[in-house]
């Protein structure tokens, strides 16, 4: 059975001031977002914790990824934004810091559901790092038709099928594609801190805000071992396989963040949980 949604909170005060939040979560910008829970912490000390934990329905990312609801917590799960290790300048370490031991196991309910059935949005099942998959395959026609295709088919497809896959990607995804860790020999994602969180292209043009940005119209990214650019489809296709390789490297290592996270604040929540899960989809 997936789980549809995350149950809003009745405080009307949380509902207003969600949308805001999760936009920054969204856009993987850690210190917008920190910023604005330290004010609500502040401001409105009784309920910014409903704030972090409450949905917000028909928002959509800068990719234009439309979601019907989701909160800050379980977007920057889904996201990938996270470490088992101290460096708290991921998103979702960030947040779970901010939550109160009696409000963690409302948020493990929420981890644990992206972990396993997700949420179902627009008809889509989004479970963690799922947006990966259309741009592995995408890379794998990339590298299968690449003897076969013409130099100006291999430049369409680069640049409008894998850009548009990588387009899709969560931003905090498109921050670790960019960071400048040598991707050769294969990086130890699990104990790297967060990456940069405003990154910039060969030749030092910033890749976000991505509606203003040519990715997945005028080129794809790549990794060429040690930078993150914009090359040729000649030049990519001596990239794409390790690049494959690190991603799905990636995504495995956050699979296991986020189950060693979950036991982690387990161990340390209290009250159990009655609001803020995802109610079951109703029958027929």
């Known amino acids: 059975m997936i789980n549809r949604h995350i149950l809003r909170t009745k405080d009307d005060v949380a509902t207003k001031q969600t949308p805001p939040l999760l936009q920054h979560v969204m856009n993987g910008d850690f210190e917008a977002a920190n910023a604005y829970v330290l004010a609500l912490k502040q401001s409105k000390p009784t309920t910014f914790q409903d704030v972090i934990l409450n949905a917000t329905a028909g928002i959509e990312t ?8 989701i909160s800050p917590l ?3 799960a889904w996201a990938g934004d996270f470490s088992d290790q101290p460096d708290q300048r991921y ?9 109160p031991s009696h409000y963690l196991q409302r948020a493990i309910k929420q981890l644990q559901l992206m972990q396993t ?3 179902k949005q627009f008809g889509e099942i989004r479970n963690m790092m799922s947006a990966f998959q259309p741009l592995d395959a995408s890379y794998a026609s990339y590298d299968y038709h690449f003897k076969t295709r013409t130099n100006e088919e291999r430049d369409a497809y680069w640049n409008q099928r894998v850009g548009a896959a990588q387009r899709q990607l969560p931003c905090f995804a498109l921050q670790e594609f960019c960071r400048p860790t040598p991707w050769k020999p294969m990086p130890d994602f699990m104990n790297l801190p967060a990456p ?3 990154p910039k292209l060969a030749g030092g043009t910033p890749l976000f805000p991505l509606s203003d940005s040519g990715l997945g119209v005028t080129f794809a990214l790549y990794h060429y071992g040690w930078i993150g650019g914009e090359p040729t489809s000649g030049n990519a296709g001596m990239t794409v396989g390790f690049n494959r390789e690190v991603l799905r490297h990636l995504c495995e290592t956050k699979k296991k963040q986020l189950v060693s996270i979950i036991q982690q604040h387990i161990a340390t929540s209290s009250t159990p949980a009655t609001q803020g899960e995802w109610p079951q989809e109703a029958s027929g």
């Open 62 to 69: 800068s990719s234009r990824r439309r979601w019907e609801s």
């Open 74 to 76: 379980a977007f920057a």
């Open 91 to 99: 998103m979702l370490n960030m947040l779970l810091r901010h939550l």
């Open 117 to 119: 059935s997700g949420t």
């Open 196 to 198: 940069p969180r405003h």
